[in-house]
């Protein structure tokens, strides 16, 4: 039977629980060593995206992508977290940031497969077809 990436990250991660760091470091070496013995080295990325995907579950951290013309002060950053609390309902908010010039201003927040779009581009699209009708 062919273990799923999944699979793999799961396992890995109850077998981590509450355990020492050298427990740990023992663990992780005969994870890998298993990983090659099955001839699944090729899965490590899809697994550790996996255990990413179920560490946060677990400990309820949220990723949220932030797309933004211009670099994030820290106001702003402070505004997007308080926001994304509210609306995400978890404290450990961990946020990515990226720079796009063409969305004008303003700030895209997508959490998974929710997008808050405040861009200046957006508004102006909205605005314009508003007008047109």
Do not use: C, H, P
Not at 67 to 86: C, P, Q, V
Not at 119 to 126: A, K
């Amino acid at each position: 039977m062919k273990i799923s990436a999944k699979q793999y990250a799961e396992s890995l991660f109850s077998s981590l629980e509450s355990k020492s760091k050298k427990e740990t470091e023992d663990i992780v070496s005969r994870f890998l060593s298993v990983l090659v013995e099955n001839g699944d080295r090729k899965m490590f990325n899809d697994i550790v995206l996996n255990f990413e995907k179920t560490w946060n579950e677990k400990n309820n951290i949220k990723n949220i992508e932030v797309t933004s013309a211009k670099e994030l002060n820290k106001a702003s950053e402070k505004k997007i977290k308080d926001f994304s609390i509210k609306k995400l309902g978890s404290e450990n908010i961990e946020i990515k940031k990226n720079i796009d010039k063409n969305i004008l201003g303003g700030v895209i927040i997508k959490d998974g497969d929710k997008v808050y779009d405040g861009s200046v581009r957006t508004r102006l699209y909205e605005l314009k077809n508003r007008l047109n009708k």
